[in-house]
């Protein structure tokens, strides 16, 4: 298993991470297979999206603020209650598919660590399976 950690500068941050991820997989010398993209926090997700537009991202942090606001009288008593709940909705874990020694991806596409409780360093866990 490979252990990345990652920055955040605040607290909703979407970190394009398709690049440290590729050069994992890259230098396993694996060429074809899966790779498995973990993350193990409680409001800290992983999401693949458009990474060619930055206002993609921004229009998702918008939409999810809207959908589950920072305070809404929740009961959780950390103040972040908010963050765990967008966590639920984004998902922990991706899998992407390996071949040629290349993560496949949409031309577009891009692998984002969403944190939602930052400024953090987070960990990401990278798991690759050859076949």
Not at 26 to 42: D, R
Not at 76 to 105: C, F, Q, Y
Request: hydrophobic share 35%; net charge negative; proline share 4%.
């Amino acid at each position: 298993m490979i252990k990345l950690s990652i920055p955040t500068h605040r607290r909703i941050d979407f970190v394009d991470i398709t690049s440290q991820v590729q050069r994992e997989v890259a230098s396993s010398g694996v060429n074809e297979g899966t790779i498995m993209i973990y993350v193990p926090h409680t409001t800290c997700g992983i999401t693949i999206n458009e990474s060619a537009d930055p206002h993609v991202a921004e229009d998702i942090r918008m939409q999810l603020a809207k959908l589950v606001p920072y305070e809404a009288g929740y009961r959780h008593m950390e103040g972040n209650a908010d963050s765990h709940i967008k966590v639920s909705m984004i998902g922990t874990s991706e899998t992407v598919i390996i071949e040629g020694g290349r993560l496949v991806l949409g031309t577009w596409q891009g692998i984002f660590l969403c944190d939602f409780d930052g400024p953090r360093t987070r960990k990401v866990y990278l798991k690759i399976i050859e076949g």
